[in-house]
């Protein structure tokens, strides 16, 4: 029985969103999905106006001629594996993402990049300088039919000096409060199904 959604909010922001389904599956013990990380929609900005975003592709080019050492793809794979490791360890009794998952497919899907500025860190002290990232976080069976999605906007990261950096801390916090956010949820719904009763 499908029950209203419950909006449960983490902090004063409302950083998620339930926009579809049940993100609860994602609590079921003894399940595996593929997983993949989508910046295909994603702009990078720098500022609240947007006047200056960029398509994250055309980021990743300017970034790589920019550095001779940067190298996007070893960065993307490092991104993902953190991703991967912080949200098996977040969600230990659920589905856990792997190279061969059986049961679903986790695509997170984002949308917007915002570095933070690393001299703002400097100069007001931690928390000055953080990144933030938005997008989504989508739940598919097997076949690629959409069974949950979950909107997230402006979560905040930790602010590292170096860009990847701030990003692979994005991707830790996120980690841990999507799946804190989830747990709330399914809360929330069991909550709302007794009172119904």
């Not at 922001?13 to 994603?42: H, Q, R």
């Not at 100069?123 to 979950?150: H, K, R």
């Amino acid at each position: 029985m499908l029950l209203t959604l419950a909006l449960v909010s983490i902090s004063a922001k409302d950083v998620f969103t339930v926009k579809s389904g049940d993100p609860s599956i994602i609590l079921e013990k003894g399940t595996t999905a593929l997983y993949e990380i989508d910046y295909s929609k994603a702009v990078v900005t720098n500022s609240k106006d947007h006047e200056d975003d960029v398509p994250f592709n055309d980021w990743v080019v300017s970034y790589e001629e920019d550095d001779e050492d940067a190298k996007w793809k070893k960065d993307e794979n490092e991104l993902k594996k953190t991703f991967r490791e912080k949200f098996n360890d977040a969600n230990k009794k659920g589905v856990q993402l792997t190279k061969t998952g059986k049961n679903y497919k986790i695509i997170l899907r984002l949308t917007m990049v915002d570095w933070g500025a690393a001299v703002k860190m400097r100069l007001t002290g931690l928390g000055g300088g953080n990144a933030l990232i938005s997008g989504e976080f989508e739940v598919q069976d097997m076949n690629g039919t959409s069974l949950a999605v979950v909107e997230f906007k402006d979560q905040k990261g930790g602010s590292s000096f170096k860009r990847i950096g701030r990003l692979k801390e994005a991707f830790e916090w996120l980690s841990n409060d999507i799946v804190d956010y989830i747990k709330d949820y399914q809360k929330a719904q069991k909550k709302a199904a007794k009172k119904k009763k």
